[in-house]
């Protein structure tokens, strides 16, 4: 609003359903594109449209990217200390690890997934049902051996587990690669577990549905002068000072703003070649982990 010529109001509307798709839909297909219509989406923009799920209306190549307040993300893989798994060779000679997660298709329970995939685990268990509150009192009551989780909330929510050293971290993935988590620079990236072609693109789609981060978007035709007034309302706002602190402030974490070009490149180059949507939905599933 502060970098839009004339200040405009702006109002938020809330459409529920089909995790960011109706949204989506009624943005690509019913909302006129005069400027006036901004969506604001979650990564699952790009995802469901990748993946093939049913539903999707929109085309994401045709949608006009703003770009997005956050791009930079870290998942770090965990074992309770009372595990055993004090090492990898542990952690991959151990049988039916078990490892929490939100739901099926939840993003945690999909980086549960990729750890375990590529890091070998012999016959993961997935047990999901929980609240990200709820795994943390699973883990620590021994209900499971294993959790994903971010940087971000073993600082703020379990820095007693790092203090008192009641688990032991086995790996990270950096998102883009290459952003460092400051005081976890030790621990293994992802990536160093890649053993093949498949894999590395099957990681480089990872990393793509993350980095898009929240995007905002236009609906396809909007004219150039009206896009052109957005996309640069958006660098300015990202490169505002108050807007880093009101970020801050209502999110807990710092803001890693990924501008509108960017935000465009990232989805052009996603790999989108039928091996590795099939690898992806596989692993993002709730079927048997897919062999090597």
């Not at 809330?14 to 943005?27: L, Q, T």
């Not at 052109?228 to 660098?235: D, Y």
């Not at 602190?245 to 501008?259: I, N, Q």
């Amino acid at each position: 609003q502060k970098y839009i010529p004339g200040n405009p109001t702006i109002l938020s509307e809330y459409m529920p359903g089909g995790g960011g798709r109706k949204a989506a839909n009624y943005i690509y297909i019913v909302a006129r594109p005069d400027g006036l219509t901004i969506g604001g989406m979650s990564a699952s923009l790009v995802t469901n449209a990748i993946l093939d799920t049913t539903g999707v209306q929109y085309d994401i190549n045709k949608l006009i990217y703003l770009g997005s307040p956050v791009s930079v993300f870290h998942y770090i893989f965990l074992t309770r200390k009372g595990a055993g798994l004090n090492s990898l060779e542990k952690l991959r000679d151990a049988q039916g690890v078990r490892i929490g997660g939100q739901e099926v298709g939840h993003d945690v329970y999909i980086s549960a997934r990729l750890f375990a995939y590529l890091m070998a685990l012999k016959d993961p268990k997935f047990v999901t049902g929980y609240g990200g509150p709820e795994m943390d009192i699973a883990l620590m009551s021994g209900e499971i051996d294993a959790r994903v989780t971010t940087p971000e909330t073993l600082g703020q929510r379990n820095l007693d587990w790092i203090e008192k050293g009641l688990t032991d971290l086995h790996a990270i993935i950096e998102i883009p690669k290459g952003a460092k988590a400051a005081g976890f620079e030790r621990l293994p990236e992802l990536e160093n577990f890649v053993g093949s072609d498949k894999e590395r693109k099957l990681l480089m789609m990872y990393r793509a549905f993350r980095l898009v981060g929240t995007p905002y978007v236009l609906p396809p035709g909007t004219p150039k002068p009206q896009v052109q007034i957005l996309q640069e309302a958006m660098r300015k706002a990202y490169k505002d000072p108050d807007f880093h602190k009101e970020f801050k402030k209502l999110a807990g974490f710092d803001a890693s703003p990924l501008m509108p070009e960017e935000q465009e490149k990232v989805i052009r180059q996603l790999p989108r070649d039928r091996e590795t949507v099939e690898l992806f939905n596989k692993l993002s599933g709730p079927d048997s982990m897919p062999a090597r």
